[in-house]
């Protein structure tokens, strides 16, 4: 997590850091604890907005999880990194792995940097 963090903030150096407990608004845990990295606004249907972070680094029992938000085309990481990623599971807006030696690192990082540079912050 340590070599990610530190990968992940060069990349994103001067956007936004983000801390995420994995607590909703009444303490219940939704999910794990995330450090997020940059800026994502997400639009409701109803057009109430909700800030949240573009690249999002957690680590459970079974490894780690990379989130990339905002991409709108939920094949993208797939078909874009999914093959030269190395042994991960890519979904619409995440990338799982056991551990750092199991993927491409560069391949990863290429895929934090395209979601850090897309509009929004």
Known sequence: MVTLHELVSRISAGKRLWFFDGKDANDKTVSNPTIGYGLYTIRYAN?????????????NSTGISVHIMGIKDKTFLQQTYGKELGKATVTGYCIKFRKLQDIKIEVLAAAMQYALDLPGE
Do not use: I
């Open 47 to 59: 057009g109430s907005t909700r800030e949240f972070f573009r690249v999002g680094l957690s680590a």
